[in-house]
């Protein structure tokens, strides 16, 4: 259905019910129209020139977030609707309704509760249009518009094959359905939309409709208002008028089960079209005189899961690995997208971060990666006041830096530390990052292997360290004491330390100069050159010190 259509979903969904921005009236007046010219320049591309210059969830929840902007601060903009320009001027014979969205299972089986004579079609992906026979002639087809009023599409239709250019009835016949790009065997959790609508949208706006993109774009009807009362006395005359594929994609339900079954298996099998969801009806309504431009009461869509979702970001943050890498972090208003609740993203490295320059306030579009992990897609759009942000400086962060919970430092100190005692070093169980970080917070965490001399009395009483965390601290010393040199090195972040034999000891590791370490298979000079810094390095000789201290064998 058309953008105005797919709109209607939103209204209940988290966009509708999200916190309103903590704003003054001024950034919010900018805000609102910075989107709302935005959305014009989307909207013109879209309807008169044919172009989808964004993906159609994406601009569903843009158009979504700005009703909700303008419920949140009325009068800080007075910007109009940018999409009520593309409303055009023939006035549809029976409005079109558009549809509200079911957020989820329970409202759908609350909606379903109360009804009776329920249906089911899938919700195909096109654009919306009425279509208008006389004597059995097609006289009018006109886009949806604002739902009241709409564009002459009358010359177009008329060229495409799917829509016949005459039926076998003399009444006024008033249809409304779905002109959509056909794709066979199109399986919509593989495929997604494939800007199936943009394309539909181009070639209607299009000066000129080649008979290859005519023969490519089909009808499918999801109601006629005028027609008899039943649906099944409906879709038995939408058959014989030839439109057959209402009655094959419109289906009775017995319950909620089959809504489920039939919305999973629409969303994984093949179909002809693109879909977003489904829609669900029911099959006695009200006399197509009554109908408003608005949703009605006795249909509504519940829409697949999304498959790429808006998020605004709340914050940046830069995570400090223990080898000194920068991430950045998003820190966003959390989102669903699938069965997953996003609230962070990583963007991998700090000079993607500068390539984006993403600011708290930005918009961006998030898609997940393999169905398991959330990736940015793109900056749907950047906020209009530039916020600041504290970035780290990149020269200060290596592999041999910060050895001591420094300032600015706490992070990568933190880092090593946890490598320290995990899997890939000491593996002291029960020890982790929460551990490290209660013990830094007390302050007895001044040098990395401090924990090593803690006693029970030090312990006692800690924030944090209750009886069972100050048993596992103290079974994690005599564990560290058993473990071999290779286990320490390896958890001090020796580099390729699963390739070197430790067992001569620290000593002849730390004499070997570059041309000793590029004997060794595997060893090229890159990292002979840091396995040489690394000993060399002042805080690794006073940790060394310290394991010589502890009795640790070959130290």
């Known amino acids: 259905m058309q953008r105005l259509i797919a709109l209607s979903l939103y209204l209940f969904s988290h966009c509708a019910l999200a916190a309103c921005p903590d704003w003054t009236a001024d950034q919010a007046a900018r805000e609102i129209t910075h989107l709302s010219q935005l959305l014009g320049q989307w909207d013109e591309a879209y309807h008169v020139h044919g172009q989808s210059l964004v993906d159609d969830e994406v601009y569903d929840q843009s158009r979504a977030r700005l009703q909700q902007w303008r419920r949140c601060f009325t009068t800080a903009s007075a910007e109009p609707d940018p999409l009520q320009g593309a409303a055009g001027t023939h006035p549809h ?30 919700k195909v992906d096109g654009v919306a249009v009425t279509l208008v026979y006389r004597d059995g002639i097609l006289q009018q087809a006109i886009s949806r518009g604002d739902g009241r009023r709409g564009q002459d599409w009358s010359a177009r239709v008329r060229q495409l094959p799917a829509v016949p250019r005459q039926v076998n ?30 394309r539909v949208a181009g070639a209607m706006a299009s000066h000129r409709l080649t008979a290859a993109e005519a023969a490519s774009i089909g009808l499918f009807v999801w109601d006629w208002p005028n027609g008899p009362s039943r649906m099944n006395a409906r879709l038995d005359g939408l058959a014989a008028l030839g439109f057959d594929d209402s009655r094959r994609y419109t289906l009775s339900l017995a319950g909620f089960a089959e809504a489920r079954h039939w919305r999973e298996h629409w969303y994984r099998q093949a179909l002809p079209f ?54 950045p972090l998003l820190e966003l208003e959390p989102v669903q997208l699938d069965d997953r609740r996003i609230s962070r993203l990583s963007l991998g490295s700090l000079s993607r971060w500068e390539a984006l320059d993403i600011r708290p306030g930005d918009q961006v579009t998030i898609v997940l990666a393999g169905q398991v992990i959330a990736q940015l897609q793109s900056v749907a759009w950047r906020s209009p006041v530039r916020a600041s942000v504290d970035t780290p400086d990149p020269s200060r962060y290596h592999t041999l830096s910060c050895w001591r919970p420094e300032p600015g430092c706490r992070q990568q100190y933190l880092a090593r530390l946890t490598w320290l005692g995990g899997k890939k070093g000491l593996r002291l169980p029960g020890i982790g990052s929460g551990t490290w970080a209660a013990l830094l917070d007390a302050g007895l965490l001044g040098e990395p292997l401090a924990w090593l001399q803690l006693e029970h009395e030090q312990l006692a009483g800690l924030p944090g360290f209750g009886k069972a965390r100050t048993e596992r601290l103290l079974k994690a010393q005599r564990l560290a004491h058993r473990r071999s040199l290779g286990a320490w090195l390896a958890g001090l972040g020796m580099p390729a330390v699963r390739h070197i034999d430790t067992t001569p000891g620290w000593e002849a590791l730390a004499s070997r100069g570059e041309a000793a370490w590029l004997a060794l298979p595997g060893i090229e000079r890159a990292t002979a050159r840091r396995l040489q810094a690394f000993f060399s390095d002042p805080h690794i000789a006073a940790i060394r010190r310290t394991l010589q201290s502890a009795g640790i064998p070959g130290a």
């Open 169 to 198: 009835s003399s009444a006024e016949i008033v249809l409304q359905g779905e002109l959509y790009w056909r794709q066979p065997a199109h399986v919509q959790a593989r495929d997604g939309g494939s800007g199936a609508r943009g």
């Open 274 to 327: 693109a879909s977003d969801g489904v829609v669900l009806r029911q099959g006695s309504r009200p006399a197509g005189v009554r109908w408003q431009a608005e949703p009605p009461h006795w249909a509504v869509a519940w829409k697949y899961p999304l498959r790429t979702a808006l998020a605004e970001v709340r914050r940046v943050d830069f995570r400090i690995g223990r080898s000194g890498r920068i991430t």
């Open 93 to 122: 014979p029976v409005a079109q309704t558009g549809l509200s969205k079911l957020p989820d299972e329970q409202a759908v089986r609350h909606w379903m509760a109360r009804r009776d004579d329920l249906w089911i079609q899938p």
